[in-house]
């Protein structure tokens, strides 16, 4: 027995007609999210390995953007700890000067990452600066600990926190921040840079010289917290570097310096 052939305008016809027309917007939608997907993913190859950047990016510009970073990223904690927590509290890095390097290095990476999205939209932007900054907390974080059992922040027990060393809010901070960075700060120290020339005799002295200062200032911070993390496990001065530092540069200046640090020595 012949099946009977549908009437195009039957109601069973009818219902079949939506049905195809679903599964084919179905298809539709994947084939455009696949487009979409395929899209960002030739946005970032093209701006990663084809883009020459907004800022013309060299040892002059980079270095004076890590001091910069030091000295504005030094200011904003100060404060934000003091509006946020009330009262005044040294946070700065180094023995010397008022930097906190983190800021620093957050700056010089902050540029190099997203220097080639200038162009990207302000999401790219928002994620990617999220992913540098949350990595570069975590790694700091750990290395402070790793090397002198120093502990800065911890974050334990906060909403998306990996390890106590970087959490979600921190990472939407960063986030923000290297969108300001990106369509606030670049530009300014573009428009700033073009009127200085690097190449002068001036420029090269300064830049030599605080290149000096800071590479000192770092090295004798370092030796100086790793002999207060000896102290703090009870090793005594039997040389005459940790005499010298014993001296100089003691845990009670050393804690008034850097109050939001403490350090426990390596166990």
């Known amino acids: 027995m012949e099946k009977e052939s549908k009437n195009p305008g039957s109601p069973d016809a009818e219902g079949d007609e939506p049905a195809s027309q679903g599964a084919a917007s179905a298809c539709a939608g994947e084939t455009e999210g696949t487009g979409l997907l395929r899209e960002v993913k030739q946005e970032v190859k093209a701006q990663v390995f084809h883009n020459t950047g907004y800022l013309r990016l060299d040892f002059f510009t980079l270095f004076w953007l890590f001091v910069g970073g030091c000295v504005f990223g030094l200011v904003v904690e100060t404060a934000f700890h003091a509006i946020v927590y009330g009262g005044l509290e040294s946070r700065a890095g180094l023995v010397w000067g008022p930097f906190s390097p983190i800021y620093g290095v957050g700056a010089v990476a902050l540029t190099l990452f997203l220097n080639r999205f200038y162009h990207s939209h302000n999401l ?9 900054g949350s ?3 975590y790694v700091t974080s750990w290395g402070m600990e790793f090397f002198w059992g120093a502990i800065a922040w911890d974050y334990t027990g906060t909403f998306g926190s990996i390890n106590g060393r970087t959490n979600f809010a921190f990472g939407m901070m960063w986030g923000l921040l290297g969108l300001v960075w990106v369509r606030v700060i670049l530009p300014m120290v573009k ?15 300064l830049t030599a010289a605080m290149t000096v200062f800071l590479a000192v200032d770092v090295v004798v911070t370092v030796l100086a917290l790793d002999r207060e993390g000896q102290r703090a496990v009870g090793v005594p001065a039997a040389t005459w570097e940790q005499r010298f530092f014993d001296e100089h540069f003691p845990d009670s200046f ?7 640090m403490s350090v426990y020595g390596k166990k």
Request: charged letters at 15%; glycine letters at 0%; zero cysteines.
């Open 191 to 205: 428009q700033a840079f073009s009127h200085v020339d690097a190449k002068s005799a001036l420029a090269r002295a």
């Open 124 to 132: 790219v932007i928002f994620l990617v600066a999220m992913v540098v």
């Open 254 to 260: 050393l804690q008034s310096r850097m109050q939001n």
């Open 135 to 137: 990595a570069l907390e």
